[in-house]
């Protein structure tokens, strides 16, 4: 049904795809701008993961923020705060606000969000272990693509075992 709640659900869920596949993005503005003076913890991360597709650290930082205020120990909340800190440029935060999601929730988007902000700090090792804690996930996978070829380590140092994963999944 058309609750306020339900709404805000469906702006985060759309939030999401725009965010983390570049699809949607329209779709997840006009949802969240039909909740304008509206508050909850969905409305607030739909708005940081829109504005993280849009690339403005500052507004998605400021979204993260609420949605913690609500909910600090939320692992979603937790992510976009972390992905907002990445995008500032804040390494240092952006791997704390972003290991403590995977605490909270060992999702593989949220072990692929750690592995790449510590392959950001040049953490190859620490990037690699996280996203091995997300086995046979294509977007871990993904990710594991990128550290490894970020590190030099995609022919030596483990590169053939991910030619083979990518192959299953391809």
Same mark, same amino acid.
């Given at each position: 049904?058309?609750?306020?709640?339900?709404?805000?659900?469906?702006?985060?869920?759309r939030a999401v795809l725009a965010y983390e596949f570049g699809d949607g993005a329209p779709d997840a503005k006009a949802a969240i701008d039909g909740l304008?003076?509206?508050?909850?913890?969905? /409305?607030?991360? @739909?708005?940081?993961?829109? %504005? $993280? !597709?849009?690339?403005? +650290?500052?507004?998605?930082?400021? #979204?993260?923020?609420?949605?913690?205020?609500?909910?600090?120990?939320?692992?979603?909340?937790?992510?976009?705060?972390?992905?907002?800190?990445?995008?500032?440029?804040?390494?240092?935060?952006?791997?704390?606000?972003?290991?403590?999601?995977?605490?909270?929730?060992?999702?593989? /988007?949220?072990? @692929?969000?750690?592995?790449? %902000? $510590? !392959?950001?700090?040049? +953490?190859?090792?620490?990037?690699? #272990?996280?996203?091995?804690?997300?086995?046979?996930?294509p977007a871990a996978l993904i990710t594991k693509g990128f550290v490894l070829a970020a590190s030099n380590r995609v022919i030596t140092g483990g590169g053939?075992?991910?030619?083979?994963?990518?192959?299953?999944?391809?």
């Amino acid at each position: 049904s058309p609750t306020a709640d339900n709404k805000a659900a469906l702006a985060r869920a759309r939030a999401v795809l725009a965010y983390e596949f570049g699809d949607g993005a329209p779709d997840a503005k006009a949802a969240i701008d039909g909740l304008a003076g509206q508050s909850s913890l969905d /409305l607030d991360v @739909a708005t940081a993961y829109l %504005a $993280l !597709a849009q690339n403005d +650290a500052k507004a998605a930082r400021e #979204a993260a923020e609420r949605s913690k205020q609500e909910a600090p120990n939320d692992a979603a909340a937790l992510y976009v705060s972390g992905q907002a800190a990445l995008l500032a440029g804040d390494g240092k935060a952006a791997v704390a606000e972003l290991r403590s999601a995977f605490e909270h929730e060992p999702r593989p /988007l949220y072990a @692929a969000g750690l592995a790449r %902000a $510590l !392959a950001a700090s040049s +953490a190859w090792d620490d990037a690699l #272990a996280t996203i091995d804690r997300a086995p046979d996930n294509p977007a871990a996978l993904i990710t594991k693509g990128f550290v490894l070829a970020a590190s030099n380590r995609v022919i030596t140092g483990g590169g053939n075992e991910f030619r083979t994963q990518l192959t299953k999944i391809i």
